[in-house]
């Protein structure tokens, strides 16, 4: 009999940070001690029964397999159990990988615009990392990431220590003025208005709440880009992630499984239902 | 006229005169048996209204999603329905301004189980009403049979003791003269009185058919709250799994949720694909309020006192040996 | 052919529950529902459709997935152990092919191997319909209400015996078990036959025309059709529940912190809940985008997928039970009457 797809592997949380004030990285090794073998923008089923599982983006680069990590926003049962029951020590199931993940062939050799808002950026983390740890198969990398205010910024370290020494532009914004605030002030999607880089061999990569993603999406076309050079990843509820439980429906298409990224151009031929 | 032609008018002439921006009746279907709810908001639509015996479903809970978008809505009114009616009132959940209520009399409905059983499935084109009988229109060459209404009625119907709406606005046709045929509680009393494990066995055997499907709660006019704690999921109050235990933990909050409230109308047993009689124990409740707390139909007057809405020094206290 | 005497099938279930676990259509008070056999059984073959579909014996409404232990703060899985043979007796073709239809939904990589462990162990006698329900239309999804192509054993009722036609080499293993209980059968009998199938396939009425649904409905999904169906919905179960194709799960744990177990049970899309996410967002937040997305996924997703094959059996359940009506055969009709691009889209 082949492996039961639905069935967790054993593993360890070993390291829990505190992000932002709702949100903490988790950071997870398997004690099989076999690998994950993740692409960026793929994702994971976190379980802690009794609670149950939910699925997460992995943020982590595969280039850095020490750790699978994890950000997570409190906000159903099984968050909540993350949040306040579960210590650095504590076992927990996971399985995965799952998602297509990104393709990357599609991006070697271009300039690359990321688009992040809230905790939008932990998927596109794995990917930044990525890149930077592959820099000489990308050309120009630029990063617009924003959120409500400075605090609730993901990834303090990477955009205010680690980026900023890397070859990439890095813009940051927040939603409202607060103290101490020198960078840009205002919503995402304004902030890439403003900024309004140039389309031409450029692929943008963009996650973030669903009314961000809507904005930038709009935006990114007024600015001339063509839907197959933007591309994004959805959230839908999930259960088993194999493509079978029917919930992360888009029409014929299962998130899960063919999903979470996906081109504008894809998305511009399914239907308008997530 | 005939009654389908007087839903129609009515409806159309409702429409037309904006009285209602909304009008819900029964429609017709490709079989006998069919009667969808049909919304209106167009008079030309007013054409698909049919009358027949097998206008069961309730319309009165549409009322809470359908208000929502419109100002007023008309609903078609059976007795057994105008209870619905009053049950939203006395909740609180409907405004009696925001609806117009064109009673139907009604002297019970069709069974399509006991048609079938008779063997009349088959080649059943129509059912209509005269009187005391039924006109059933067959195909091939018989045409037409005549068949006592009595023996084909469904049994909510035989015990049926609101033939004429309760509440109304207006009135489509004569109030019907029905008897009432059959003691609703008859059926309580018997199961009442079978040995304790017996009557275990019995709900036993009954309960394991649920499939957890809601369709009784959801056709239920008594189940109007907001959010139903059945539909919540943090925490889950009953959990999922197809377990007798959690079968019988929802259908026992289901039937506690509406004790005092049930109006006895009958429609979850009729919604329920598993056949599970579930009128027997909300009528089983039904009949330990009254004990307790003395007669008490619910749903006939949207201004009374339900006897679980309210403390009197005099009620029993605590749970006796019962 | 074979034949079996319908005095000797007593015989023969006793005979295969024997080394099998055997279901058959059994009658429980007024219902008639897929059951284990056991002596005494109230066997009912006449009953045209079971009131619930028999997928329960292969996607159980729940079906147990490990169970987990914590012990000093370590954390284990032990997976729920797999099924072992069973014969279904009885199923209808209509059912046999809805076993067909969910067979590449969960075999589809990664394989799910509960239901492949279940189906790869699980024989399926069907008995051809001579007299179809009234609400039957599987001759409109090509369904042959006498002969299921994806039965192992194939039963056809000559009144007072059933002829036996082993399709499959785990049909030919249980005629084997059968054994002297099968008699050779008359000529004559075999000939009935070619009659009785050509009476079978006519004696649906249905009148129902799949040509170009799924076609149509490309364009479909802003048409004012759902409005005119949804509104009616009560949003329950049923029509998922007693559907033979529907195959919707929900994952639960159950237990404490130190031990219990995860299961696995049906789901319907027709719940609030089922796409209703843990920061509010629900894709398909009304009876619309439900009832929408259920017609679409029978009629048009699933057959994008699989070749134009609908998801649909024509088994008539949901028409029998639908509280308020709500019938896929009008739903079709409807659909059929639409013309591409035609009055009534993007509304």
């Keep these: 009999m082949t492996a039961n797809p639905i069935l967790p592997r054993r593993a360890v949380v070993e390291k829990i940070l505190q992000d932002t004030p709702d949100t903490k990285r988790f950071f997870v090794t398997l004690k099989d001690g076999e690998p994950f073998n993740h692409k960026p923008l793929q994702c994971a089923m976190l379980s802690v029964p009794p609670v149950g599982e939910a699925l997460f983006s992995i943020t982590s680069s595969p280039t850095r397999p020490e750790y699978l990590e994890f950000a997570v926003k409190e906000v159903g049962t099984v968050t909540k159990h993350l949040h306040y029951e579960v210590q650095e020590g504590t076992e927990i199931g996971i399985r995965g990988p799952y998602g297509n993940g990104f393709p990357i062939d599609v991006i070697r050799g271009k300039d690359l615009l990321f688009i992040g808002g809230g905790i939008g950026l932990a998927p596109l983390r794995s990917l930044i990392n990525y890149c930077f740890d592959t820099r000489k198969d990308y050309s120009k990398i630029q990063i617009i990431y924003g959120a409500r205010t400075p605090e609730d910024l993901s990834f303090k370290e990477e955009i205010f220590e680690n980026w900023p020494k890397e070859d990439a532009r890095l813009n940051l914004t927040v939603d409202v003025e607060s103290p101490g605030w020198e960078e840009f002030v205002g919503f995402v999607p304004t902030y890439l208005e403003h ?29 001339g880009f063509q839907p197959e050079q933007i591309i994004t990843t959805l959230e839908l509820k999930m259960k088993c992630g194999v493509g079978k439980c029917g919930r992360c429906n888009i029409g014929e298409k299962y998130v899960c499984q063919d999903g979470p990224v996906f081109s504008l151009a894809e998305l511009n031929g399914m239907i308008p239902e997530f | 006229m ?209 499939i957890r499907c809601y369709a009784c709660r959801n056709v239920c006019p008594a189940c109007n709250c907001r959010e139903c704690i059945f539909d919540q999921n943090a925490p889950r109050w009953v959990g999922k799994a197809n377990q007798l235990s959690e079968k019988q933990n929802y259908n026992i909050i289901r039937s506690f949720h509406i004790a005092g409230r049930c109006i006895d109308c009958g429609e979850c047993q009729r919604a329920c694909p598993m056949d599970i009689p579930l009128m027997e124990i909300n009528r089983k409740i039904i009949q330990d309020l009254t004990e307790l707390y003395g007669e008490y139909e619910a749903g006939i007057d949207p201004t009374d006192v339900p006897p679980l809405g309210t403390y009197r020094a005099e009620d029993p206290a605590g749970f006796s040996e019962r | 052919m074979k034949k079996i005497d319908k005095s000797k099938l007593e015989d023969l279930w006793g005979r295969l529950a024997a080394e099998q676990d055997l279901f058959l259509p059994v009658q429980q008070d007024s219902v008639v529902n897929f059951a284990l056999w056991q002596e005494g059984s109230r066997v009912n073959l006449e009953a045209v459709n079971s009131l619930l579909p028999p997928k329960d014996l292969l996607f159980p409404q729940s079906e147990k997935i490990f169970s987990y232990k914590r ?104 005629a084997e078990e059968m054994g002297e209980l099968l008699e050779e059968a008359a000529g004559a009998e075999e000939e009935g036959l070619q009659q009785q199938q050509e009476a079978a396939a006519s004696a649906q009425e249905h009148g129902l025309d799949l040509d170009g649904v799924f076609e149509k409905l490309n364009d479909m999904f802003d048409h004012c059709i759902w409005e005119k169906f949804y509104r009616r919905c009560l949003a329950c179960g049923t029509c998922t529940y007693l559907c033979p194709t529907c195959h919707c799960f929900d994952i639960q744990d159950d237990g404490s912190p130190e031990e219990g177990q995860r299961f696995r049970c049906w789901d319907s899309c027709m719940y609030e809940d089922y796409t209703h996410m843990g920061h509010g967002h629900n894709p398909r937040p009304g009876r619309r985008e439900r009832v929408r997305n259920r017609f679409m996924h029978k009629l048009n997703y699933f057959p994008k997928d699989h070749d134009g094959v609908y998801h649909c059996v024509g088994c008539g359940r949901c028409v029998q039970k639908c509280p308020v009506n709500l019938d896929i055969m009008q739903v079709i009709e409807e659909i059929g009457k639409e013309g591409v691009g035609g009055e009534g889209h993007d509304r």
């Design chain 2, 2 to 210: 005939n009654l389908t032609e007087k839903m129609r008018q009515e409806a159309a002439q409702i429409l037309e005169s904006k009285e209602a921006d909304l009008v819900i009746g029964w429609g017709g279907g490709e079989y006998y048996w069919q009667s969808p709810p049909l919304f209106l908001e167009d008079a030309a639509g007013a054409a698909e209204l049919a009358f027949s015996p097998f206008i069961v479903n309730n319309l009165a809970k549409y009322l809470l999603e359908e208000l929502e978008s419109h100002e007023k809505a008309a609903l078609f009114v059976k007795g057994c329905d105008t209870r619905g009616i009053n049950r939203l009132l006395q909740d609180h959940r409907i405004q009696r301004e925001a609806v117009l209520l064109i009673g139907v009399p009604c002297a019970g409905l069709a069974d399509r189980e006991k048609l079938k059983a008779a063997g009349y499935d088959a080649g059943l084109l129509q059912v209509e009403r005269q009187g005391d009988s039924f006109i059933l229109t067959l195909e091939g060459e018989e045409g037409a049979r005549e068949v006592p209404a009595g023996e084909f009625l469904l049994d909510k119907c035989l015990e049926c003791r609101y033939p004429n709406p309760l509440v109304y606005d207006r009135l489509l046709g004569e109030e019907v003269q029905k008897p009432r045929e059959r003691d609703p509680m008859a059926r309580v009393r018997e199961v009442q009185k079978k040995p304790v494990d017996e009557k275990y066995a019995y709900w036993q055997e009954k309960l394991s058919r649920c």
């Design chain 1, 195 to 223: 900024l309004a880089p140039t389309p031409e061999g450029v692929i943008a990569v963009t996650c973030g709440p669903p009314i961000m993603i809507r904005f930038v999406l709009q935006g990114l076309e007024k600015l």
């Design chain 3, 71 to 174: 012990r000093e703060g370590e954390l284990s899985f032990e997976e729920a152990p797999g099924s072992g043979p069973q014969v279904i007796f009885g199923i209808r073709p209509c059912d046999v092919r809805s076993i067909e239809l969910l067979d590449p939904v969960f075999f589809k990589e990664p394989a799910d191997t509960f239901y492949k462990n279940r189906r790869e162990q699980t024989t399926l006698v069907s008995i051809g319909c001579l007299e179809p329900d009234t609400t039957c239309f599987c001759t409109a999804f090509g369904i042959q209400p006498l002969d299921a192509e994806g039965a192992d054993v194939m039963l056809y009722d000559m009144g007072t015996a059933y002829l036996v036609s082993p399709r499959t080499e785990k049909g030919e293993k249980l």
